[in-house]
């Protein structure tokens, strides 16, 4: 209890108001601390399922150029859609050939979804051209 005639004498410490700024301020910090990591857990898994869909596209590229050269003609020109198999997962190739302004020259086009559905962007792409055979 103070004495009369004398002054009050503060006490060490933080008031109430401090504290809950504080408190504020690393709720804040800790919001964009978890949301910075599920960013990163999204695009690792993104980034998990890239390498696997590029080799699924690279095996269907070279499997259409020989085919080409073994039957002596043109992939079809409307897209063909496939399961594969690879690393435990189904993934979904689409190919096709597409005209170019020569005759003798054709685009290939192979895309690589880890669902069926088209709309979603595909993790592959790859394009190549080929010769007439």
């Known amino acids: 209890m103070p004495r009369p005639g004398r002054p009050k004498q503060r006490q060490p410490g933080f008031t109430l108001l401090e504290v809950m700024v504080a408190m504020a301020v ?3 910090a800790g919001l964009s601390v978890v949301g910075m990591v599920r960013e990163s857990i999204s695009n690792t898994r993104y980034l998990a399922d890239k390498r696997p869909a590029y080799w699924v596209a690279e095996n269907a590229m070279t499997d259409i150029v020989l085919s080409h050269q073994l039957s002596k003609q043109w992939p079809p020109m409307q897209w063909r859609t496939r399961p594969v198999k690879l690393a435990g997962k189904t993934w979904y190739l689409r190919s096709r050939s597409v005209e170019t302004v020569s005759d ?12 069926k559905d088209n709309r979603q962007a595909a993790l592959a792409m790859l394009q190549s051209h080929m010769l007439k055979p």
């Open 104 to 115: 003798d020259l054709r685009m290939i086009e192979v895309e690589v979804r880890s669902t």
């Open 26 to 28: 690393l709720a804040i």
